[in-house]
């Protein structure tokens, strides 16, 4: 079993293949944190240590006995109102007005399979997979009841948590702080690697040195956010790529949430990720129950390419669901960096029969197709088919469009509302605004209230009614701005908003799985700003940025693979000189970049030459060649491109047998040095032969010593070597 408690000590286990969570339930009842990283046998109570720390609060329970202090003891859940002074996972506000907490374990039960969160995305596996661990904790005076849920997953390493809590008292509880999932160190140091950015230039990779005082990323935004990814990683200094311990936490959340590292007064470091508590004071009724978000936890101490690895096998196969789960995504071109707003149906379909020429599979028809959106300024809101624009109905476009061999897509940014659009005008009331002040406006527009169900449902209506008019199978969900004016006509409830906000996002999203099986639905937000494994359960990739600059994007994808797949990643072709930098670079060179996630193109067919028309026949058969390698494979960090001339990268099948690596040179120089990539996770008694030269190689000297990138003039020269073992 992966999940043992033992009742003499009151210790609870809990091993994967390669590690060990170890927490203790104390003569106090206290639930305390031992350990967790490299699988070991046996007990770790020892680390825990007793004396008497100044200043530092003893339990009433402890009596006279001043070694005893929660400020200092590891714990698994720790609240506000116990004598812990360090950044805590629960506060919340009693009925009498007090704020206080005082959990003590109550009980336990151990299940297989994997538990599930109500109206929440979460992990998913079967009964032979997984085992569930609820831990009972109750605080005595107020009713306040919380389970802790831990999910395991043995097989890919995987920790989850979660935490469910329940008004048993009688009267009204406000929750103030709820964090899903903290670790507490004993000692060692750390840094910690976050992933911040901005519109167009998201999860950029940063590592700090983990020193006193608090660390804090999030986002108050509404949803996870541009400016920081809700993902982060505790490694030792030490720890590289492919040595050294390392831990990630990553939030299955798509709105608001913070991130904290404290060190405290003797060198203990506190982690912790949850929602975050600024806009945040839910209320609880008796009786009511509330669900936090849950969190992913690995280690690993074979480096962060592993710990990404774990990350991107649970994603793939245990939040990712649908028809696309695990198979290779249609290459697609979208409209709108070839024609933006200015389009007709006949321009529409004269792409879809230059995509039938290169061998593109599928057209998304981007923003402008509906109501009377013309511009970014109106029509957000009525979703239904401007037919005076397509020169006809919407099913008579996407038949036309299917009888060439393509599939047809649409775009659509079902949460936002146009003060100038039929919506608005019929239902101000629900577009969130703050009573007698004007809204905040962004991009020239307002956000409807998913907290309330009428507005999901009617929202939900209409657009049903448009994928119901034809064969779409592909659907871009955008969401073009962030939150503001957090208030609810219907609750007037500020606290509650945001949190209600997501769920009636994802009610909205698992509606359309179940009534739409086999559709594809890309989730973006301004590209990368709901980037994150929330988004995923739904929506099995996410357009990776609105930047589609190849340069740009080796860095955002090198950020994103931290914590997410390629399989995830949405990475287009675009036409140079690029919309958002002016840059030029080589076609192959876009091409190699955007390989690296599920392809497409972003731009006019039409205007192609014929010899770049050829160039994009060669990269569709060559994307499907090593599709299958890309999506499902290992992937490797070959090279830092904050760091070094040559951006570099490594699909590994999972038997070792066969490598396909990438590498863009990110400068030239005159008289260049030469560049020599290390591959990785190769069989050291095997050989390879490179299929486009024929060369074998022996996979030992290619992972020790390296290959030699050839020394070419010209800007960003990119290379794709495909390896196989040779029988």
């Not at 061998?359 to 511009?375: A, I, K, Q, S, Y």
């Not at 890309?522 to 994150?532: A, I, Q």
């Amino acid at each position: 079993m992966a999940i043992r408690y033992s009742d003499t000590d009151k210790i609870f286990t809990i091993d994967t293949e390669h590690t060990t969570y170890q927490m203790k339930v104390d003569a106090y009842g206290f639930l305390l944190h031992l350990y967790y990283g490299r699988r070991v046998n046996g007990s770790t109570e020892y680390l825990l240590t007793y004396y008497d720390r100044g200043f530092s609060g003893n339990p009433y329970d402890a009596g006279e006995n001043r070694t005893y202090s929660m400020s200092e003891l590891p714990q698994e859940f720790p609240s506000l109102g116990n004598g812990d002074y360090r950044n805590v996972a629960f506060a919340v506000e009693n009925a009498d007005g007090t704020v206080s907490c005082d959990l003590r374990y109550r009980g336990h039960e151990i299940k297989d399979g994997k538990y599930g969160l109500k109206g929440l995305p979460a992990v998913y596996a079967g009964e032979q997979e997984a085992q569930t661990l609820e831990i009972y904790m109750e605080d005595a005076v107020s009713g306040a009841c919380v389970t802790l849920l831990y999910g395991v997953l043995p097989g890919v390493d995987i920790i989850t948590r979660s935490a469910v809590v329940k008004n048993a008292g009688e009267g009204k509880l406000y929750l103030e702080r709820v964090q899903s999932a903290c670790l507490d160190f004993l000692c060692g140091e750390y840094d910690l690697i976050t992933f911040y950015g901005r519109h167009a230039m998201e999860r950029n990779f940063q590592r700090a040195k983990i020193g006193h005082g608090s660390y804090v990323i999030g986002s108050r935004r509404g949803t996870s956010s541009h400016q920081y990814n809700p993902m982060m990683i505790l490694a030792e200094h030490e720890t590289t790529e492919d040595f050294g311990s390392a831990y990630a936490m990553s939030f299955v959340y798509s709105g608001n949430f913070k991130g904290e590292v404290q060190m405290g007064q003797f060198n203990q470091i506190r982690a912790l990720l949850g929602l975050n508590d600024e806009m945040f004071r839910y209320p609880l009724a008796p009786g009511e129950c509330f669900y936090a978000p849950e969190v992913i936890l690995t280690y690993t101490d074979r480096g962060l390419n592993r710990l990404s690895q774990n990350l991107h096998r649970c994603i793939r196969r245990h939040i990712c669901r649908g028809s696309y789960k695990e198979t290779v995504r249609p290459v697609l071109v979208n409209s709108w960096e070839a024609s933006y707003f200015d389009f007709t149906g006949d321009s529409i379909y004269e792409l879809a029969c230059h995509a039938k020429e290169v061998g593109v599979e599928m057209l998304v028809m981007d923003d402008g197709w509906f109501g009377t959106r013309n511009d970014d300024n109106g029509g957000l809101g009525d979703w239904y088919v401007n037919e005076e624009k397509l020169n006809g109905t919407l099913g008579e476009l996407i038949r036309r469009i299917n009888d060439l061999g393509i599939k047809f897509g649409i775009w659509v940014e079902p949460e936002m509302v146009s003060e100038d659009s039929e919506l608005y005008r019929r239902h101000p009331d629900w577009a969130l605004a703050i009573p007698n002040r004007h809204p905040v406006r962004s991009r020239n527009q307002l956000v409807l209230d998913f907290s309330r169900k009428e507005v999901v449902d009617e929202v939900f209506r209409q657009i049903c009614a448009v994928l119901d008019q034809g064969n779409i199978e592909y659907l871009k969900w955008d969401m073009n701005r962030s939150l503001m004016d957090i208030y609810s006509a219907a609750t007037k409830d500020q606290g509650r908003v945001m949190y209600d906000y997501v769920l009636g996002l994802y009610d909205f999203l698992e509606r359309l799985l179940q009534r739409y099986p086999k559709l594809l639905i890309e989730g973006c937000s301004g590209g990368g700003g709901r980037f994150d494994a929330g988004m995923l359960y739904y929506t099995p990739q996410i357009w990776c940025s609105d930047n589609t600059d190849a340069a740009d994007r080796l860095k955002i994808q090198y950020g994103t693979s931290f914590g997410y797949p390629s399989s995830a990643v949405g990475a287009h072709v675009s036409a140079v000189p690029n919309h958002q930098t002016g840059r030029n670079m080589p076609m192959r060179t876009r091409a190699v970049v955007a390989m690296s996630g599920t392809f497409g193109y972003e731009l006019d067919l039409g205007k192609l030459t014929d010899e770049e028309k050829q160039e994009i026949k060669e990269q569709i058969a060559r994307y499907h060649k090593y599709a299958p390698l890309i999506q499902n494979g290992l992937y490797y960090r070959l090279t830092n491109p904050f760091e070094s001339e040559v951006c570099a990268w490594e699909y590994l099948s999972e038997d070792g047998r066969e490598a396909l690596v990438s590498a863009v040179m990110q400068e030239i120089h005159g008289n260049m040095n030469v560049n020599y990539i290390k591959l990785k996770g190769l069989r050291d008694d095997a050989y390879y032969r490179e299929q486009t030269s024929g060369r074998v190689y022996a996979g030992a000297a290619l992972m020790e010593a390296g290959l030699p990138l050839p020394v070419e003039t010209g800007e960003y020269r990119a290379y794709q070597l495909h390896f196989a073992e040779v029988s």
